[in-house]
């Protein structure tokens, strides 16, 4: 039998596969950050569809780090009853799910969450946000990680399985561990080993809000593709073998931020037109040149954080590894996992487009993913729409 069908435990729940559906940020929950139907919808026909593990868009854990109009709260208890239905809609169809727990840092607006938004350092203005962050305060850094104890809790009082840290893409926990975003030089910077406390902080919080047992994920960055060295795959490296110290129950490897290099996170076809709506009119012109450029030169790599992932395998010792990033054909998933590079297969884009990826896959009728990797699903999260496969028009 293919190794991909074969079941694999992370902490003490077992999952029964090793398809996973990456965290992939909605667009459906009410501005509040209750969820509402249409993301019961989407999780019910995720979890029909045979993938293990089911990882939720990014959650919000403190209203200062909210950073999509229409993504999930997780920072009251008023949250909770929602969370609880979307729980229960997944394991009434047989699947797990994983809340992944975030903070925005500084990759937000000031629109949405009513202040300048917060980052280890007030490091310059970026290109997409266009924001200079406001440095955290010792009490600002205290308060986040006590949020992220209690979202950890309503996620288990809600009936997660798992919790995933969002520490990649540019959000705050990558903001600390990076050297490009992170400029302080008392005990949160400075170092290697001090820009890594504030994950290392949140994790031992978290742990000590949710049953003995509960499993933990990391989702981290392996390369930033800052303009000056952020994250590399060797620093990467260095922090996995951290985080296996400290007994996590795996490690998810990706790539790239929002504010600097969102084509890095998602690679693939450059969606010009739909991104271009998000900008008001005066920004268009320069945003058609820039956005332009990027044109034909972020082409999907099959499995693009693989080499990445090749580094960082040993350092983990029995700690699962989560690839990420362009897998696309059952062959290379084999090959992979065969090979011992990776424990689980992590896809988001491919879900959007078939969420019956799986079952399809176990019944032989595919050896492909249908996704073409357009992105329009990427341009739809900054236009503020649900995400769905524009590409195919679904749906109706
Ligand atoms: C529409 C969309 C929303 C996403 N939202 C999140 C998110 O909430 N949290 C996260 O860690 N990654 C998010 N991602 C990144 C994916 O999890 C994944 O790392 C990336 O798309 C590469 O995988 P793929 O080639 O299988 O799509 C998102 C990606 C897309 C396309």
């Not at 010792?317 to 011992?340: I, K």
Request: proline residues 5%; glycine residues 10%; charged residues 25%.
């Amino acid at each position: 039998m293919s190794l991909l069908f074969t079941p694999r435990k992370i902490g003490n729940v077992e999952l029964q596969n090793r398809f996973v559906n990456s965290a992939t940020y909605e667009g459906m929950a009410k501005e509040t950050g209750a969820v509402g139907d249409e993301l019961i919808k989407r999780y019910e026909k995720l979890a029909k569809g045979g993938v293990s593990l089911i990882i939720s868009g990014h959650m919000f854990v403190h209203s200062s780090g909210k950073a999509n109009k229409y993504q999930i709260g997780i920072h009251s208890d008023e949250m909770i009853p929602g969370l609880k239905r979307l729980a229960e809609t997944v394991h009434r169809n047989g699947g797990k799910i994983a809340f992944q727990l975030a903070h925005g840092g500084r990759q937000t607006t000031k629109d949405l969450i009513g202040q300048t938004p917060l980052g280890p350092s007030a490091k310059g203005r970026d290109p997409v946000y266009f924001i200079k962050p406001r440095e955290m305060t010792e009490d600002d850094i205290i308060e986040v990680i006590l949020s992220f104890g209690e979202a950890a809790k309503r996620a288990a009082a809600a009936g997660a399985d798992v919790i995933q840290l969002h520490a990649a893409h540019g959000f705050l926990i990558n903001e600390f561990l990076s050297p490009f975003f992170n400029h302080r030089t008392n005990s949160w910077g400075g170092s290697e080993e001090n820009r890594f406390r504030f994950l290392k902080e949140v994790l031992r919080k978290v742990k000590t809000m949710v049953p003995e047992g509960f499993p933990i994920l990391i989702k981290m960055s392996t390369n930033d593709y800052t303009p000056k060295q952020g994250i590399t795959p060797s620093l990467a490296a260095r922090y996995a073998g951290w985080l296996a110290k400290l007994g996590i129950d795996g490690l998810e490897l990706s790539c790239g931020t929002m504010n600097y290099s969102y084509m890095n996170v998602c690679r693939g076809d450059v969606p010009l037109n739909e991104l271009l709506k998000s900008l008001a009119w005066w920004k268009k012109p320069m945003g058609r040149i820039m956005i332009g450029n990027l044109a034909g030169k972020y082409d999907l790599e099959e499995g693009y954080n693989l080499e990445a992932a090749k580094m960082i395998k040993p350092v983990l010792g029995n700690t699962p590894l989560f690839l990420v990033g362009g897998m696309r054909t059952v062959s290379h998933m084999e090959e992979v996992l065969e090979n011992g590079h990776t424990d689980f297969i992590s896809m988001s884009r491919p879900f959007i487009r078939e969420p019956f990826l799986v079952k399809k896959i176990k019944e032989g009728k595919m050896d492909k993913v249908s996704c073409v990797s357009c992105n329009k699903c990427m341009a739809a999260v900054v236009n503020d729409i649900p995400i769905y496969c524009y590409s195919t028009g679904f749906p109706k």
